[in-house]
Every structure is written in structure tokens, then in C-alpha cells.
């Protein structure tokens, strides 16, 4: 039974969400690995990984004012076409150039174009949705989004190591269309905004305004984006390196069993998002700003506990299990803080702005992540 307050159109829009995300994170995890598998450097794969990040912190801004100007409906069915067009080129390339420049440029316009494509995402969440039940919408997109993280690195993990690399591009491709096709039935309120000069003087004037709403109007916006930013420089980006580096190389594992292993370990680590986005929305209510610090501090001793695991135990599969476990736990806490955070973000700013200020809010959490990825690639290197 469809839940009171959501919408026909929110629905497709999390739907079309389930298939876009699963090719998007299959694509995500199989061209690091390949990667990986092909150079055996740590570096490489971190440097690759952080790089990746920095168009989709530049785009991420643009997208927002995109978000706020053009019809997201338009946006999010170009930019999923986009991207299956990338993925058949990459494919077609693959073989015929060096693996490690063609990976990264694919993986940076990759990154991009979701830059560009989730202020869209999020912009039409507070549309669709009453307010009422907004932290409970943003629970559910969420929620079904780490649903299809969590079956994209499984199904990506098994596709991979039995097949290759192959069968992974023609599913992600066919994801992308699929959701394309999805979207165009999407109807999304659209008030188009007056131009306020050409379009470098109205992005100027669109960021400008943006700014003064989060640092003037509402500093609080920016002083919890901070706090977003340190969880990701010290504790989401050292998963995102450790995880697939520890695992595949530093465990003891057949190549095979590794890769078959780290699918798994994406899975537990995308279970611990799907879980943290259920109790955000079980306990909406009751959750208020104050509690991020306790997140924080709880996270924190998540990765101590890894810490313990990896010094204490013997047994590679052992310290497999405990690690990935408190992966889950730790991603299972950060994803109750964001969405507790999204949420108040969208119920303090203006339909209007909400576009431009979710994007930037989202890139200065995510500023961090590739600097903690560079450090970590070379500790680990």
C-alpha cells in the first residue's frame, strides 16, 4: 500500500533511482578493481579514486543551479542517456589504449555527470513530498538506493570474477536506458525562473544568493557541512580505500576469492546504508541536530574497532568478518547523520534556493573525500 504524502511521481522517481544507482555502483565498483587487478598499486588506486571525485564537486554547484532553472525531469533523462553513451565508448576503447588513463577519465566524467545529475535527484524530493513526511521520502530514496548499492557490488562482484568485465558494461549500459526511459513519464513541478542577465552573470548571481542565505541567513547550514566534511576526510574515506586494498591484497586471498569477497564486503557495507536509512525513517521524530556529535563519536569508535581486528586477529577470514562489520556499523551511523542533516537542510531553504543550497551543502561534505583517499592510497601503498 502506497504510503499517505508520497506521490505517483515520487515513486517512479524512486524507482527510476533503483535502476540508475544499481548500474551506476556495478560501474563503480568494476573499473577501480579492474583497475587494481590489472596494476596491483595502491596509489594508483587512490589517486584514480580521489581524481575521480573533483568534477563532481565542481559540477555538483552547477547541477544545483540547473536544478533550480531547467526541469529536472529534462535533466535526469540526459544525463542517464549520457552516461550509457560513455559506458559503450569506454567499452569500445578498452584494449586499444592504456588502461590506467582510460579509466580515470572514464571515472572522472563518470563522477561528473552524477555531479550534475543528483541536485535534480534531491531538488525534487521537497516537491513531490509533504512536508511532514519529508525526512520519511528521503529515508525511502535513501533506503532503496543502498538497496541497489548493495546488489550492484554483489551481482558486479560475480559477473566480474566469472566473466570478466564485459558483462558488467552491457548491464550497466542497459540501466542507464532503462532509467532514461523511466524518467521521461516523471511529472515534476516546474516554475521557470527570470533571467538575470546572460548565463555567466545569472549563475554569478545565482551562487551569490546561495551564499548569502547559507553563511548570513542560516549559518548553521554551513557549521554542519563541516562536521559532513571531517567524517568524510577521516573516516568514509579511509573505508573506501582500506576496504578493497586490505581485502584483495593484504589478506592472504585467491585473486578470485578476493574479488568474490570484496563484492560481498560492498554488500554488508550498502546492508549498514539500507539499515541506517530504515531507522531514520522508524525514528524521524525524535531525531534533532544535537545527536550528530554522538554519531560522530560513535563512528569514530567503529573504526577503532576495525583497528583492534586488524592488529589482534590472525585468521584472514576473521578479521574479514569483523572488518566488514564494522564497515556496516559505521556506514549504518553516517547514513542516519545525512539524512537527518538532508532533511533539515530542505525544511530551511526556500523552494527556490533549494537546488543551489543542497548542492553546495553535499559538496562541502564531500570536499574531503578525495584528500583522505590521496593520503590513504600512499599509507597504504
Known amino acids: 500500500m502506497k504510503p499517505t504524502g508520497f506521490s505517483k511521481d515520487f515513486i517512479l522517481v524512486v524507482t527510476g533511482q533503483i535502476i540508475s544507482i544499481f548500474g551506476n555502483q556495478i560501474i563503480r ?14 596509489a594508483l588506486f587512490g589517486t584514480i579514486s580521489a581524481l575521480a571525485f573533483i568534477p563532481m564537486l565542481l559540477l555538483y554547484p552547477i547541477g ?150 547559507m553563511f548570513n541567513e542560516t549559518p548553521v547550514l554551513w557549521k554542519v557541512s563541516l562536521l559532513c566534511s571531517a567524517m568524510g576526510l577521516f573516516l568514509t574515506s579511509l573505508m ?63 573504526v577503532l574497532s576495525a583497528g583492534f581486528a586488524l592488529h589482534f586477529l590472525h585468521g584472514s577470514m576473521g578479521t574479514y568478518i569483523l572488518l566488514i562489520a564494522a564497515c556496516g556499523l559505521l556506514v549504518t551511523l553516517s547514513t542516519v547523520f545525512q539524512i537527518q542533516i538532508l532533511s533539515y537542510v530542505q525544511l530551511l531553504t526556500p523552494t527556490e534556493l533549494t537546488g543551489k543550497v543542497l548542492s553546495f551543502v553535499i559538496c562541502i561534505c564531500m570536499c574531503t573525500l578525495p584528500v583522505g583517499q590521496v593520503i590513504y592510497g600512499f599509507v597504504f601503498e
Open 240 to 302: 573506501l580505500i582500506a576496504v578493497p586494498v586490505l581485502i584483495t591484497q593484504r589478506m592472504g586471498f585467491e585473486p578470485d576469492t578476493a574479488n568474490r569477497l570484496y563484492g560481498y564486503a560492498q554488500g554488508v557495507i550498502a546492508a549498514g546504508a539500507i539499515l541506517g536509512g530504515v531507522i531514520a525513517g522508524i525514528f524521524s521524530k525524535k531525531l534533532q541536530p544535537q545527536t550528530g556529535i554522538f554519531i560522530f563519536a560513535d563512528s569514530g569508535l567503529t
Open 64 to 213: 544545483g543551479i540547473l536544478a533550480d532553472r531547467l526541469n529536472k525531469k529534462h535533466i535526469m533523462v540526459i544525463l542517464d542517456l549520457c552516461t550509457a553513451i560513455l559506458i559503450f565508448l569506454f567499452y569500445t576503447l578498452e584494449g586499444r589504449v592504456y588502461i590506467g588513463p582510460l579509466i580515470g577519465i572514464t571515472m572522472m566524467i563518470l563522477y561528473g555527470i552524477q555531479g550534475a545529475y543528483q541536485p535534480a535527484v534531491q531538488a525534487s524530493i521537497p516537491v513531490l513530498v509533504k512536508p511532514e513526511y519529508l525526512i520519511q521520502g528521503n529515508s525511502v530514496v535513501n533506503t532503496v538506493t543502498s538497496l541497489s548499492g548493495m546488489m550492484g557490488p554483489v551481482i558486479g562482484g560475480i559477473l566480474y570474477s566469472i566473466f570478466g568485465l564485459t558483462p558488467v558494461l552491457y548491464v550497466s549500459t542497459g540501466c542507464y536506458f532503462i532509467s532514461a526511459i523511466m524518467e521521461m513519464f516523471i511529472r515534476i513541478p516546474y516554475e521557470k525562473q527570470q533571467a538575470k542577465g546572460n548565463i555567466f552573470i545569472t549563475g554569478f548571481s545565482d551562487l551569490k544568493e546561495s551564499f548569502h542565505f
Open 29 to 42: 565498483y568494476a573499473l577501480p578493481l579492474y583497475l587494481l587487478n590489472q596494476t596491483a598499486s595502491s
